[in-house]
């Protein structure tokens, strides 16, 4: 079956960061698709994926980025679909920069940013955003806030 | 019928900017509700609204908040609905802290954060949420980014 | 003999910090509790502890938190009693996150902010406001003072 | 009847600021004195005020300063009551200056700063410290927390 | 004659700073144009103009935007002319959002970043970058940089 | 043939990071030469180089400084020819001193900053300036572009 | 007789500014000169003026600048006496601009910075520094040291 | 003989940087002292000492303070001597804490505050601030300006 959410980052060094929202995206059965593609150095092969992701049936995307951090804005710039952007963490200001170029988007196309690194978090989301319209997600996500208040480790 | 949408804010001064997000709603004939509660004054309020909110078939939740803006955090903690956080301005650090406060949330419960003072994109988020489980608002949101790239002001 | 001051954090991994609190606490004579609850995850067993605090016998409360660090604002919107934020220090933002967080809370509902990472002073805080009511306690305060003043490493 | 709660600030520019927490002092019946001195410019001033103030029959001491905002820091240093710091917005670096330097005082010396301009909320603080100590004082906060949820202003 | 200097900016609202670059340029005699495009809303129209724009003519582009600031590196994406950014004041985070989101492009696609509002800088930078390859231009520049010494007010 | 880049730095220890820059003009073929002046310990070496750079057949130059870095602004002070800025990183402030000190020059003498370490976006936009007069430079820069698609390291 | 102190600005509009130290001089006796002089239009001036200032009999130099504010540690580059630098402010950034890059001064080459905007400091440090070498103005240090502590307003 | 300069300094731990400043006093022949003493454990000390410096002979006064940093401005509280401000770095807030704890100082009491943890820049602004009234230090002073320019490391 195809998957319903696409992991984007900007560049390979933001994979141990942004695969932590696998086992989330798992845990809750929701299909996913994850790549690697700069907005900078491969702007076409963006959007492209981003102005076809509804049609191939993917509802929600999670974009990683750093420093300037532009992916997010990018692929919600050709797609209606929710983006949802993880600003990434590098040494030199501190994430401040990843998270302002995410979270500052200008009136008609929103990126919903979570935490900085939080790309657990995004996976959850995610999942909320699924659930909107799915009566059995909704169940596993109020499993889920119970096993959260019992203790689990996300 | 029944709200879709909840809108909340911590204080009756938040207004004038939460609520450009009506007009947003109202084009996607996405039904809402509004109200003022504070994280901080009315805690019971908050944790009750946004308990209940799902039961009371409301899908998506809007929170703005200025200063150290724990109402959207508040919220999450309380619902598995998509919780939408909207940082609002004060001249002191200029919105930093309100921005701070609403995306840095720790592993679990996330807070989908937009623009300081975007509840326009907070609105136009919700409307993507939805759509995910809803074709026609689909299309709806594909029609209205035609508009916005021929100049439609949000 | 019941504990006067409650110490919360939210998140075992805060235990190393918050606990550098409890020798200061030691050394005034003040008995003291210490329990982890997050108020994303736990938001129940936060607001019950912070509403029956006072009838508990409980004084003074500081809570520890790291990130959006809403733990101490959302423990003193359940409680009359004072309390005390420790921001806790992370690498992105630099800690900057949990301060504002912590210290910029509105009208009503003040949250006695320290350093970030201060659980001593926290504690020191904490002795110096059941000293308000306590002659005895200020009389240790006042030997402290001088030990301070004599090279006292807290 | 003596003054419980000392409030000082560094500069007249001030006052308009720091004396909103005279009404809420005077609501809780808790009786206050107020004095303008700079710790830089009468540093003996300040330091025999401080020194003094718990003899005198203070019990907590709320101090607003701007810029390097030494004033409650200062306090702290002669004295072993609670200070109460209230970090004063500057346009130029938007009060972080004052906020910093209220905040981050080395250990065995606690300043408790509350939000910058947030002197309402030192005089309830003020309040809810007097009030470890007095069980009066204690219902008349339960009350007010009462009022808040009601829609007081604070 | 084709135009060297393609001006872009994200909203008609930036026209009064952008514009400002316009009387510098026509002091060297460089022919520009002028478009309002949004990285966001006309992704397209974008993607197109830089694609185009060397074999148009045109030898520097000059992108300012506000708040998360893509549209500088969303042309640099998509050409190898050089593209100077000009972030643009907002009230919130006083254009730091701009600036990080210009500056911080990642290896490979650099932005020629300017001040906050600089737009009469990356005029004269246009011309200095025009003017490697020009000996009369250059010339052009020595003269002005000695009425610069002289007083003249940019 | 003499060089058409000038590399400098304020210091030896910023070697490491500046001469990054190199194999990226070695791969457009383009000439340089590299030196350590510091705008502070040597301003007559500063202004000398500057001032005879272009009549020395320079076109671009490159100057990478950390902490106050004033190194960029000065050669911008002295030459006509365009100033690459290159804010290097420190522990204190995160490299946003740097970045500021490079970035927000005023009107009449720009600098083209690139990101906190962007040593080798320095060399691409050198490389970018240099085609804007050399067809031939332009014809790489297009190769190069997509060599950077095809995943391309920098 | 010749002036002691020379005061520089980078551009008229810092005049309002700068000019308040004026006053503070003359209370002190102290003569002294104001030049506009742009660190970065017109550097040979600043470097002349810097390089024979103390053989003209100059002791204290002041430099204020907005910004990149490279003006006073220019200056510093080239002469041996004490630099004061002034960081002026402006909207964007609220002054952290000017202040660092006045005060992370590199080794070797110090600026003595004072508040953003703190020109009347200036002027006293410039008395502090030429009383070290001068009794007569030591005294009259110390009956202002009296006056600011009876209520002298700077 | 008796000091000259007096190094000052708010902890233990403050000494590996602080004592950096010896050498460079050294070079220049001046005689100082070092003491640790912290403005909030021994404030009568500090106070002391500051009052007393002029009259033992001291004309220049260092002091270096991390967070808070209020070493510098109390140690100016109490004297007319120039007193130079070094802020010293700490994880959180990397260093902006006590850079403006140090420098934003209310007109009247100036701080000549240099970079963060710049001791040896301290020790040379010492060397100038003295040489204004001692002509042998002025040319031990152009003689060490010449060794910068000829490679010394400070």
């Known amino acids: 079956m195809d998957p319903l959410v696409g992991i984007l980052m900007g560049s390979?060094?933001?994979?141990?960061?942004m695969d932590k929202a696998h086992a989330v995206l798992e845990r809750f059965g929701i299909r996913f698709e994850s790549e690697v593609m700069s907005a900078?150095?491969?702007?076409?092969?963006?959007?492209?994926?981003a102005s076809g992701a509804e049609e191939r049936g993917l509802r929600v995307l999670i974009a990683g980025a750093g420093l300037a951090?532009?992916?997010?804005?990018?692929?919600?710039?050709?797609?209606?679909?929710?983006?949802?952007?993880?600003?990434?963490?590098?040494?030199?200001?501190?994430?401040?920069?990843?998270?302002?170029?995410?979270v500052q988007m200008?009136?008609?196309?929103?990126?919903?940013?979570?935490?900085?690194?939080?790309?657990?978090?995004?996976a959850v989301l995610a999942a909320q955003i699924l659930a909107t319209g799915d009566e059995e997600l909704r169940a596993r996500l109020r499993d889920y806030k119970i096993e959260l208040s019992q203790g689990l480790k996300l």
């Open 12 to 17: 390979d060094s933001d994979r141990p960061v």
């Open 40 to 49: 900078h150095r491969k702007p076409g092969r963006v959007s492209e994926y």
């Open 106 to 122: 200008p009136p008609g196309v929103p990126v919903a940013t979570v935490a900085i690194g939080g790309s657990k978090n995004a």
């Open 69 to 102: 951090a532009h992916l997010p804005g990018v692929v919600a710039a050709h797609t209606t679909l929710p983006v949802i952007g993880v600003p990434l963490y590098q040494e030199a200001l501190g994430g401040a920069d990843a998270l302002y170029s995410c």
